[in-house]
């Protein structure tokens, strides 16, 4: 049976109390911590920059998988890869030259993820599949947490991992935005193996972020 990572978005975390949640992610289960990352300008909401990144980068040595909504991306790479991400994800919307700026994450060692949002279709990737590591399926319209899973982007994650086995391409499919403890089972039988979630994780059980991080993997 493939491995299910769980990447718990801190968008819903104590924004005060970032550090401490961080840590209490890690010793909760978390295999990676997704940061996003929003403009008010690409996405209607404004979160955290490289400064942020930087200094919760003291709390853990889980990645960071960071998903930069910010437009235009390219000339933020060098401060996000700089600032102590593991993965940048990007949208091919927010930049000019999707392959020039996956070899500038690429420059800096980093892992590419490239996402898509859910009216943007897989073909406009598919000549990247094979030189990227993660492919980011938003299952929402970034922006918020705490949105409606849209439920046609389970065709996506199937057509996407389809792809990706009749290839023998190697990247991971993360799926991001509403997921919580009745449809995180459809996404992984798709194909997913990354689950980023933030309401479900820091908010049902009363905030169990340990229990809801084991019942979403073993979903
Ligand atoms: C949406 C973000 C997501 C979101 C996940 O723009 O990219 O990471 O915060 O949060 P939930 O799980 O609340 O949808
Ligand atoms: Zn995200």
């Known amino acids: 049976m493939k491995k299910i990572q769980i990447s718990p978005s801190i968008l819903s975390a104590d924004f ?14 978390a295999d990676l911590i997704h940061v996003d990352v929003m403009d008010g300008h690409f996405v209607p909401n404004i979160t955290i920059g490289p400064p942020v990144i930087k200094t919760l980068r003291n709390y853990t040595s889980l990645p960071f998988d960071v998903h930069l909504m910010i437009a235009p991306v390219h000339k933020y790479i060098k401060n996000f890869a700089e600032a102590g991400s593991d993965i940048i994800t990007i949208h091919p919307e927010a930049t000019d030259d999707l392959k020039e700026s996956i070899e500038l994450i690429k420059h800096f060692k980093k892992k590419v993820g490239v996402s898509l ?13 094979n030189e990227i590591d993660l492919v980011l399926i938003m299952s929402v319209y970034p922006g918020f947490g705490g949105q409606k899973f849209l439920p046609e982007v389970i065709e996506k994650i199937k057509n996407l991992y389809q792809i990706k086995k009749d290839n023998k391409f190697k990247f991971d499919i993360e799926v991001d935005g509403g997921i919580n403890f009745s449809n995180s089972k459809d996404v992984i039988s798709a194909g997913a193996n990354i689950l980023v979630s933030g309401t479900t994780i820091f908010k049902e059980n009363n905030g169990d972020i340990k229990k809801n991080i084991e019942t979403l993997r073993s979903m």
């Open 117 to 129: 949002n859910p009216n943007t279709e897989i073909n406009i990737i598919k000549k990247y599949l």
């Open 16 to 29: 005060s109390q970032l550090g401490n949640e961080i840590k209490r992610l890690e010793e909760s289960g």
